[in-house]
Nanobody, 115 residues
Framework: QVQLVESGGGLVQAGGSLRLSCAAS????????MGWHRQVPGKQREFVAD???????NVAGSVQGRFTISRDNARNTVYLQMNSLKPEDTAVYYC?????????WGKGTLVTVSS
């Protein structure tokens, strides 16, 4: 079993910054990748960014240049630095971990960007 605990969400004004964290615990052997998705009520969950255990990153075009993903392998923690936030970034952000062919999800953390 793997547990994911997200933190760092909150309310911020447009143009501001937040940093999300997601710490994995439990059976963390064999983690292939960790990352973030987000979801607005009534819409599908969408990919934001991910990072492999080797450090390769993928970032969605909608946040490219504003969001940066990083990872501390020793702590099994992934971070999402979000800068120049826009109201359209408002969503619940979910941490995702891929391990041995299985996906694990956190419970989500709400990010609200006011205009």
């Amino acid at each position: 079993q793997v547990q994911l605990v997200e933190s760092g969400g909150g309310l911020v004004q447009a143009g501001g910054s937040l940093r999300l964290s997601c710490a994995a615990s439990g059976n963390t052997f064999g983690i292939a990748a960790m990352g973030w998705h987000r979801q607005v009520p009534g819409k599908q969950r969408e990919f934001v960014a991910d990072i492999t255990s080797g450090g390769s990153t993928n970032v969605a075009g909608s946040v490219q240049g504003r969001f940066t993903i990083s990872r501390d392998n020793a702590r099994n923690t992934v971070y999402l630095q979000m800068n120049s936030l826009k109201p359209e970034d408002t969503a619940v952000y979910y941490c995702k971990l891929v391990r041995l062919g299985m996906d694990y999800w956190g419970k989500g953390t709400l990010v609200t960007v006011s205009s």
